[in-house]
């Protein structure tokens, strides 16, 4: 698992426990894979598809400083899947992980589409 982007906490994302809010957080892990899937698949028509169980571990508190880690998991037709781990920086406390994120390859009505990837010629150096 590579950790790709950090965020700080800041009093806009907290929640009425004054920890962090787990829908932003939710957010910045969507970006962040749907990012990492187009740079991977080579296209900006890329949508998520599925996310499997989220599971909370710890909270975060405002000024705590995150970091949102991404592990590829494997490549289909029109897909890609990754697992996430989201970190505190300094502690490495695990905040959150979710075991499968799943992105498709769309067309320009939204219709899945193959990207012609395999694991012969992904490129995971980045």
């Known amino acids: 698992m590579k950790f790709y982007s950090r965020k700080l906490i800041k009093p806009e994302n907290l929640n009425a426990r004054n920890t962090l809010f787990g829908g932003v957080l939710l957010k910045w ?3 962040e894979a749907g ?3 187009m740079t991977k698949l080579g296209t900006k028509h ?3 598809k599925f996310i499997s169980e989220i599971d909370f571990i710890s909270s975060a508190r405002q000024g705590d400083v995150v970091e949102i880690g991404l592990g590829f ?4 037709r029109t897909s890609i899947t990754f697992s996430c781990e989201v970190r505190n920086v300094f502690t490495k406390q695990t905040i959150i992980k979710i075991e499968n994120i799943v992105f498709v390859k769309v067309n320009e009505t ?6 012609g990837k395999n694991l ?7």
């Open 46 to 48: 890329v949508v998520t």
């Open 73 to 76: 998991k494997q490549i289909g």
């Open 110 to 115: 939204g219709i899945p589409q193959p990207h």
């Open 29 to 31: 892990i969507d970006e």
């Open 120 to 126: 012969n010629n992904i490129e995971f150096t980045n």
């Open 35 to 37: 990012i990492y899937a």
